[in-house]
């Protein structure tokens, strides 16, 4: 959930939790996710995008990464004490380690069909 009034909600392509952090109250998480993955297709546009991160900004997440299919790039994005989120790399190839989970890996090569 990103406010209560109006009710807004943000559904990221894929958003992950540690188990102890979320609180939930009505049916709705109130916490931000640990990481966000968002896939932009060609039908988004950069206001769309800029929404998306200023609405991840205010939720606090530290960790956004969003995929561009066309450039095949991954851009990581980290929350910083300013509490904005700011690119820290843009990646084609490699692995992607999310900072609060050290132990996983992705091969961004692997994200591309072949």
Do not use: C
């Not at 109006?6 to 992950?16: E, G, H, K, M």
């Not at 990481?35 to 609405?55: C, F, G, Y």
């Not at 299919?69 to 994005?77: H, N, R, S």
């Amino acid at each position: 959930m990103i406010r209560k009034e109006s009710l807004t909600t943000r559904v990221p392509d894929i958003a992950v939790f540690i188990r102890s952090n979320v609180v939930e109250h009505d049916g709705y998480i109130h916490s931000p996710p640990e990481l966000v993955v968002e896939v932009l297709s060609p039908a988004n546009t950069r206001s769309e995008r800029a929404e998306k991160l200023q609405d991840y900004e205010s939720l606090g997440v530290p960790e956004v990464w969003v995929v561009l299919p066309e450039a095949q790039t991954v851009e990581v994005l980290l929350l910083k004490g300013d509490g904005r989120l700011a690119t820290t790399s843009l990646l084609r190839e490699g692995q992607l380690k999310p900072t609060r989970f050290p132990e996983a890996s992705v091969e961004i090569a692997a994200i591309w069909p072949k």
